[in-house]
């Protein structure tokens, strides 16, 4: 397969998403329109599902302005993604997970986003998909992926006040959150190995506690 065959042809003038100031009520009105339709086109479809044009009528904006808020098709992915995160973030804090021990709480919170994704497949994997096609001009809109995802994760802690080994665990979780992501969308895990992947890694949280009081 040619090394170029994932990349999606982005407007001539891409660069940066716009806009970089605070958006306007109407600017925001017309981004989550956007955000939007390209959830729905990648539920019905997947990743080959979500074009630009259809974005754009879709979301009954002009092409040359969806161009302005994402750049390309990966660009939009992952913004949708983190769309989805922030949704999933404020249901948690809602209903924040039970558990008597950190590691249980964070475990069964990205056990819940994991059966989020489950409900709908084509999306899941239309946004991970772009966000390992990514390459560094999307760089900030992974970063805001990340971002969220590690807050997802420390919020569930309940820590107070984590110490830098705690963090750094944190950081890791994160990260084989979204490695799992990879292997069960491609068929290579189950739900269930996904399940004992996550309690384990999880275990950091509570390996990097502080020792208590008169302990070593």
Known sequence: MPADAHRTKAAPDA?????????T?????????ILEACARL?????????????????????LGTLYRYFPSKIHLLVATMQDQLE???????????AGETAADRVAG?????FRAMQRDPLLADAMVRALTFADRSVSAEVEQVFRRTT?????????????????SAVRVIGHTWHSTLIT????????????VDIETVCRLIDLTAPPRSGQR
């Open 15 to 23: 660069g940066r998403a716009e806009p970089a100031s605070p958006l």
């Open 151 to 167: 807050a997802i994760v420390l919020d569930a802690t309940d820590l107070t006040d984590p110490t830098p080994e705690q963090l």
């Open 42 to 62: 990648a539920s019905r479809g997947g990743f080959d599902a979500v074009q630009m044009r259809e974005v754009a009528e879709s979301s009954q904006v002009a």
């Open 109 to 113: 919170t990205l056990m819940r986003a």
């Open 87 to 97: 949704h999933l973030h404020a249901t948690l804090r809602k209903k924040p997970p």
């Open 184 to 195: 069960w969308l491609s068929g290579r895990a189950s739900i269930e190995q996904v399940g």
């Open 25 to 33: 009520e109407r600017q925001e009105a017309r981004r989550r329109r």
